[in-house]
């Protein structure tokens, strides 16, 4: 019986020596250099990504703004900007002139009159907070004067007490 349990035991054992190496393999992580190198990769790969949809939305972003507004009304307000240019002929007027489209640095220079507006906006809410900050402090440095002042002064000392008179002594001659 011995000897039959031997040889199995051992064709076993070689088995997960052949099998072991295999699972390590498996198991054994890429080295340090392969996964920055991955990593670098994918980064590069999504950078030029986002740039290539920047670049392609300031390129196209009108006509993709018109399709949306004209494909589904559900989505217009996507679209909002593109909204009136997407009406069809029959909803026009016949004697209508055509609309003037405005040039492109038109519409720069309207660009960037809204963004002045907006950064003087700031800076006005920024002077105001200012002023009330300043007359903040004001105020804390005043009161702080006033608790200095009431402080430093010395306590009004307390009346002295009536003098007591001498209570005369009988004298034996007195008697």
Known sequence: MNST???????????LRSIRPSVDAALRRPSLGKRAARSLARFIILFGLGVAATLGWQSYGDVLRELIASSSPQLGWLA???????????????????????????????????VFAMVRQKVDQLAAAQQQMAGDIGRLVADQQELLHKISAPAPRPAPPPARKPVPLSSPEAR
């Open 80 to 114: 909002s900007q593109a909204a009136p240019l997407a009406q069809s002929p029959s909803d026009t007027d016949a004697r209508t002139p055509p609309a003037i489209v405005p040039s492109p640095e038109l519409t720069q220079l309207k660009e960037m009159t809204f």
């Open 5 to 15: 349990v031997s040889p199995a035991i051992s064709d076993f054992a070689s088995d």
